[in-house]
């Protein structure tokens, strides 16, 4: 079996090419991938090569596929395995797999599994962890996402507060409480702010800041104030750029402070206002993950002490979070799509991978068994003047308030020539 994949060779230095798998063994499953999104973490992976604690030290002369945030079909099941997949099956899968105490994963350390590929080999340790789960929802996108979903739904999971006099840590988010995402109108804060609205544990208020215009107005979009309301939750989408004294706008809504703060993004500046704006025991999670092992920022250890602050960090979702990711999905609860603004093939998805943070917008979906340029779902409507099928994809998403959804991914499938 022949697949084309996107190689990691070293740092900076990643290769799409066609290649020869190996014969599946019987506790081996091979499957054929329809699509992968592009995530931060691979970029990450991407620019540090052997640097990169998930990536082998031989992957110079064994290069890895790259992707993790994938879904497709089963095509070929060992013998081991043939009660409980079929070819045939739509596929998920959760990439997290902390097998015996390894930080391997699909996408940075597998030289025959991964995303980012038109076939790939689904080895042992996936199937004996849990980690394939046989996927009936419509959409292949949706399957692809929910990982990232699922790191959204667990940083809120593993938020915690208590009670004074009390040891007992109260798990989760605070419902009915208040809280800010900080740097998040990027794709993984659209999709935390899609949770935080519709996970049944909404807050009382919930402020979405950033300094990107754009961003924030798109956001404000797929959020109104006016459905927000509806469930009880005033939203606000607030830009900080050149604000003095970010910390004290913030406050504004939120005079006591907040009961649960996100940082998403690695910097110092965001990471100073969640500590500034935290409420007595507000809970901040460190969403982003630094590069650079060294990062630091001042903490006000008075709140720490005084205000009971807690300062947690988290990385990936679990099997739970995963699953509850697809289920809310499958019921049309949270909508992945809105982290969506991109679509291409996987042609471009090392182009893409490499230049990632310079690429405006959300997240970027790679259909790789297409040959298609990287495109804005925004940019739909201008190449369909020439080009017939983007006017009928203008057409679907305009209707969905333009985003991505089934009937746009079914459509590119059957109208675009694949590989």
Known sequence: MKTRAVRLYGANDLRTEEFDLPDIKDDEILVKVVSDSICMSTYKCAILGKAHKRVPQNVDTHPTIMGHEFAGDIVKVGKKHQNEFQPGMKFAQQPALNYKGTMWSPGYSYEFFGGDCTYCIIPPEVMELGCLIPYTGRAYYEASLAEPMSCCIGAMHACFHTEMGSYIHSMGTKENGTMALLAAAGPMGMGAVDYALHSGRNPRLLVVADISKERLERASRMFSAEDAAKIGTEIHFVNIAGEDNPAALLRKYAPDGYDDVFAFAPVTSVCELASAVLGRDGCLNFFAGPTDKKFSAKLNYYDVHYN????????????????????????????????????????????????????????????????????????????????????ALAEITEAHNGLWCPEAEEYLLKNCKQD
Request: glycine share 10%; hydrophobic share 35%; aromatic share 4%.
């Open 308 to 391: 009971s602050a807690h300062v947690i960090g988290t990385t990936g979702g679990n099997m739970s979070d995963l699953k509850e990711s697809l289920r809310l999905s499958s019921a049309g609860q949270t909508n992945p799509a809105v982290m969506v603004t991109h679509v291409g093939g996987l042609n471009v998805a090392a182009e893409t991978t490499l230049n990632l943070p310079k690429i405006p917008g959300g997240k970027k979906l790679i259909y790789t068994h297409l040959n298609m340029p990287l495109t804005a779902i925004s940019d739909f409507p201008k190449i369909g003047e020439k080009d017939p099928r983007f006017a």
